[in-house]
């Protein structure tokens, strides 16, 4: 499995450095221009290192479990495989998040807890 598929994609990670989380992270997103080609890249690398450009935390499955709250699940759904993450509240409130892979669907609930003043 590739290192992207294990990580935050790099729309929902800027949106959580919007967020003011920490941007400490095992990996990372570069995004910059090319100076050969003028080109906009984007890249994951492990952190350390000189950066380039813009970076973002790119967080990883477990680093986001250690950031939801305990009654936060996730898991596939359905014959595709779409993954889902829920938060079931002491007042029996119930929220999903859902992504193409378990990084996003996380970061979605933090996000979205963030956002509505739950963490």
């Known amino acids: 499995m590739e290192l992207q598929q294990q990580v935050t994609n790099l729309e929902l990670s800027k949106r959580m450095k919007e ?3 920490k941007q ?3 990996a990372r997103w570069e995004v910059y221009t090319d100076p050969n080609t003028n ?3 984007k890249l994951i690398v492990l952190q350390g290192g000189h950066t380039f450009g813009d970076v973002y935390s790119a967080y ?5 479990g250690e950031m939801l709250p305990k009654e936060c699940k996730s898991f596939k759904e ?3 495989f779409y993954w889902e993450c829920e938060r079931i509240g002491a007042d029996k409130y119930r929220s999903v998040s859902g992504g193409n892979t378990e990084a996003d669907a996380r970061a979605k609930m933090l996000i979205y807890l963030k956002e509505n003043n739950l963490l």
């Open 19 to 21: 967020l003011g989380f």
């Open 24 to 26: 400490k992270s095992f």
């Open 39 to 41: 080109r906009k890249k």
């Open 60 to 64: 990883t499955v477990s680093e986001l």
């Open 78 to 80: 359905g014959k595709d």
